[in-house]
Nanobody
Framework: QVEFVESGGGLVQSGGSLTLSCVTH????????MGWFRQAPGKERELVAY???????KYLDSVKGRFTISRDNSKNTVYLQMNSLKPEDTAVYYC????????????????WGQGTQVTVSS
Protein backbone atom coordinates (compact mmCIF):
# COMPACT_ATOMS: atom_id res chain seq x y z
CA GLN A 1 0.00 0.00 0.00
CA VAL A 2 0.99 3.62 -0.38
CA GLU A 3 3.44 4.93 2.20
CA PHE A 4 4.24 8.48 3.27
CA VAL A 5 7.41 9.13 5.28
CA GLU A 6 7.62 12.62 6.77
CA SER A 7 10.73 14.12 8.35
CA GLY A 8 12.37 17.42 9.23
CA GLY A 9 10.34 18.55 12.20
CA GLY A 10 11.78 19.76 15.46
CA LEU A 11 11.75 22.39 18.17
CA VAL A 12 12.43 25.97 17.07
CA GLN A 13 11.97 29.41 18.53
CA SER A 14 9.38 31.81 17.23
CA GLY A 15 10.65 33.34 14.00
CA GLY A 16 12.73 30.32 13.12
CA SER A 17 12.65 28.09 10.06
CA LEU A 18 12.27 24.41 9.24
CA THR A 19 12.08 22.40 6.04
CA LEU A 20 9.89 19.32 6.02
CA SER A 21 10.26 16.46 3.57
CA CYS A 22 7.85 13.71 2.62
CA VAL A 23 9.06 10.74 0.63
CA THR A 24 6.33 8.65 -0.93
CA HIS A 25 6.40 4.94 -1.78
CA UNK A 26 4.20 2.76 -3.97
CA UNK A 27 2.51 5.75 -5.61
CA UNK A 28 2.80 7.15 -9.12
CA UNK A 29 3.94 10.42 -7.61
CA UNK A 30 4.02 12.57 -10.72
CA UNK A 31 0.31 12.23 -11.52
CA UNK A 32 -0.89 13.38 -8.11
CA UNK A 33 -1.51 16.73 -6.53
CA MET A 34 0.27 16.64 -3.15
CA GLY A 35 -0.46 18.42 0.09
CA TRP A 36 0.81 19.10 3.57
CA PHE A 37 -1.65 18.81 6.43
CA ARG A 38 -1.24 19.52 10.12
CA GLN A 39 -3.01 18.57 13.31
CA ALA A 40 -2.60 20.45 16.56
CA PRO A 41 -3.64 18.92 19.91
CA GLY A 42 -7.40 18.98 20.30
CA LYS A 43 -7.97 20.23 16.78
CA GLU A 44 -8.96 18.67 13.50
CA ARG A 45 -6.42 18.02 10.79
CA GLU A 46 -6.24 20.89 8.30
CA LEU A 47 -4.73 21.33 4.86
CA VAL A 48 -1.82 23.77 5.02
CA ALA A 49 -0.73 23.85 1.40
CA TYR A 50 -0.93 21.86 -1.78
CA UNK A 51 0.92 21.70 -5.07
CA UNK A 52 -0.66 20.36 -8.23
CA UNK A 53 1.00 17.92 -10.56
CA UNK A 54 1.63 20.94 -12.80
CA UNK A 55 3.31 22.92 -10.02
CA UNK A 56 0.52 25.32 -9.08
CA UNK A 57 0.30 26.03 -5.36
CA LYS A 58 -2.26 27.16 -2.81
CA TYR A 59 -1.87 27.98 0.88
CA LEU A 60 -3.90 28.31 4.03
CA ASP A 61 -4.35 32.04 4.64
CA SER A 62 -2.48 31.94 7.94
CA VAL A 63 0.72 30.61 6.31
CA LYS A 64 0.73 32.65 3.09
CA GLY A 65 4.03 34.44 2.61
CA ARG A 66 5.74 32.25 5.24
CA PHE A 67 5.48 28.70 3.88
CA THR A 68 6.52 27.38 0.47
CA ILE A 69 5.54 23.98 -0.89
CA SER A 70 7.58 22.33 -3.63
CA ARG A 71 8.07 18.92 -5.17
CA ASP A 72 10.77 16.84 -6.83
CA ASN A 73 9.13 14.22 -9.03
CA SER A 74 12.47 12.47 -9.62
CA LYS A 75 12.66 11.77 -5.89
CA ASN A 76 8.95 11.16 -5.23
CA THR A 77 9.25 13.87 -2.58
CA VAL A 78 7.26 16.92 -1.52
CA TYR A 79 8.75 19.65 0.66
CA LEU A 80 7.44 22.38 2.93
CA GLN A 81 9.76 25.29 3.66
CA MET A 82 8.50 27.08 6.76
CA ASN A 83 9.83 30.50 7.69
CA SER A 84 8.86 33.02 10.37
CA LEU A 85 7.35 30.23 12.43
CA LYS A 86 4.82 31.10 15.10
CA PRO A 87 3.69 29.17 18.19
CA GLU A 88 0.33 28.57 16.48
CA ASP A 89 2.18 26.55 13.81
CA THR A 90 2.88 23.89 16.44
CA ALA A 91 1.38 20.62 15.22
CA VAL A 92 2.14 17.25 13.72
CA TYR A 93 2.61 17.68 9.98
CA TYR A 94 1.58 15.05 7.44
CA CYS A 95 1.60 14.74 3.69
CA UNK A 96 -0.90 13.02 1.43
CA UNK A 97 -2.12 13.05 -2.12
CA UNK A 98 -4.87 15.61 -2.67
CA UNK A 99 -8.10 15.45 -4.66
CA UNK A 100 -9.28 18.77 -6.03
CA UNK A 101 -12.89 19.44 -6.95
CA UNK A 102 -13.83 23.04 -7.44
CA UNK A 103 -12.82 24.89 -4.29
CA UNK A 104 -12.58 21.70 -2.27
CA UNK A 105 -9.33 19.89 -1.54
CA UNK A 106 -9.36 16.60 0.35
CA UNK A 107 -6.84 13.90 1.09
CA UNK A 108 -6.99 10.80 -1.09
CA UNK A 109 -5.49 8.07 1.07
CA UNK A 110 -6.84 7.22 4.51
CA UNK A 111 -3.53 5.56 5.36
CA TRP A 112 -1.40 8.36 6.84
CA GLY A 113 2.28 8.39 7.69
CA GLN A 114 3.62 8.89 11.20
CA GLY A 115 3.91 12.61 10.65
CA THR A 116 6.64 14.91 11.91
CA GLN A 117 6.28 17.06 15.02
CA VAL A 118 6.86 20.79 14.73
CA THR A 119 7.02 22.72 17.98
CA VAL A 120 7.49 26.48 18.02
CA SER A 121 8.34 28.09 21.34
CA SER A 122 7.47 31.70 22.10
Amino acid sequence: QVEFVESGGGLVQSGGSLTLSCVTHRITFGIYNMGWFRQAPGKERELVAYITKDGNTKYLDSVKGRFTISRDNSKNTVYLQMNSLKPEDTAVYYCNAVFLKGATATHIYDHWGQGTQVTVSS
